[in-house]
């Protein structure tokens, strides 16, 4: 099913584009293949019909596949045009034969086309977090090879405290205090967790104590010292599932619900800015064909780069042990079973 939300009747297509059938028929497809998660836009004649937000478990390929399988019949014969965005869909698009947008640049195209007087976008992916300043020109900060401060980083806390993310956000929502808590790296914020669990701290205050910690990690280390003001937008899949971080962060910020927006779209926002992305495009293709080239990518076996094997052949291992073997090998064997 669609979500269906206000914001999003102001991107309705209104006059039918040239590629569209005789009868007037179209769609737009955006996926956007995140770290941890799959998100899949579906536009029939103007209209968004679909969209889904799964994990894929790591599964890329077979993900995306299961997610067009089941919108085949809701597109039908109707040309397609279609772009695939996200930090796990380079490789897909570029084996599927599908076009690939930036996510970034979806994500502008999102908001210049829903809330286009937005003046910072901070998002939380899975396994990456992101501020884009989009007043005084473009700016984009992105998080580096750490995955502290994202999903992946709620999720692992979460574990600590046994509990699931869910419950993490609700016991949030019941706090009376917050620690200092590290974010930048799972191990530095057990090492500040285990103490207080240790001494008994209500796992309220510490679950709210971690999300603010992401959202002090996320604008001092990514803002880097740039004013956040404005209106601020908040997507990402963390930010539209966990209340309690929405008010770390506008807290942190100081922001009053005029200028912090948390849309009901949030977590689909780059699927969102890659459908609208791809009606820009040139190529059209049919659904059969978009499924052909997906399922053709998930019979690629992967090579991975490996060094040169010590042995060219069993002969050659042997001749190495007889060496070995010899009075003059310093007196020590190999063993001859592997």
């Known amino acids: 099913m669609a979500d269906q ?8 297509t209104m006059d039918t584009p040239a590629y569209a059938d005789a009868d007037g028929r179209f769609a737009a497809i955006g996926i956007d293949i995140g770290s941890t998660t799959a998100k899949l836009v579906v536009f029939c004649d103007g209209k968004l019909v679909y969209s889904c937000y799964e994990r894929h478990f ?26 695939i965005s996200g930090s796990a869909g380079f490789g897909m698009a570029d084996a599927a034969g599908i076009p690939f947008v930036q996510e970034v640049f979806a994500t502008g195209e999102t908001v210049r086309a829903l809330e286009p007087d937005t003046s910072v976008v901070i998002e939380l992916g899975g396994e990456d977090a992101k501020v884009i ?3 005084g020109g473009m700016d ?21 405290l046994d509990v699931t993310t869910e419950q993490l956000d609700e016991l949030s929502l019941h706090h009376t205090r917050i620690y200092p808590i590290a974010s930048r790296c799972g191990v530095f914020a057990k090492t500040d967790i285990q103490p207080l669990l240790n001494q008994g701290a209500a796992k309220e205050n510490i679950a709210a104590s971690i999300f603010a910690a992401v959202a002090s990690q996320t604008i001092a280390g990514l803002a880097q010292g740039r004013k956040i003001e404005g209106k601020v937008m908040f997507l990402g899949g963390p930010l539209y599932y966990c209340k309690g ?14 200028y912090a927006v948390f849309p009901e779209y949030g977590r689909l926002s780059v699927a969102l800015g890659a459908a609208h992305y791809a009606t820009g495009l040139s190529e059209i293709t049919s659904m059969d064909a978009l499924i052909a080239g997906v399922e053709a990518s998930t019979k690629i076996k992967l090579e991975a780069a490996h060094t040169e094997p010590l042995f060219a052949s069993e002969e050659e291992y042997e001749d190495f042990c007889n060496r070995l073997q010899s009075p003059c090998a310093s007196g020590f064997a190999l063993p001859r079973d592997r």
């Open 5 to 12: 939300h206000p914001s999003l009747a102001l991107w309705q």
């Open 58 to 83: 790591s599964q890329v390929r077979p993900k995306t596949l299961e997610l067009l399988l089941r919108v085949r019949d809701m597109v039908g014969d109707r040309p397609v045009k279609a772009a």
């Open 133 to 135: 300043f989009f007043k």
């Open 140 to 160: 984009e900060r992105m998080n580096g090879t750490c995955a502290g401060g994202t999903g992946a980083f709620i999720d692992q806390m979460a574990t600590l």
């Open 245 to 258: 971080l929405r008010a770390a962060f506008k807290q942190a910020l100081d922001l009053n619900d005029e």
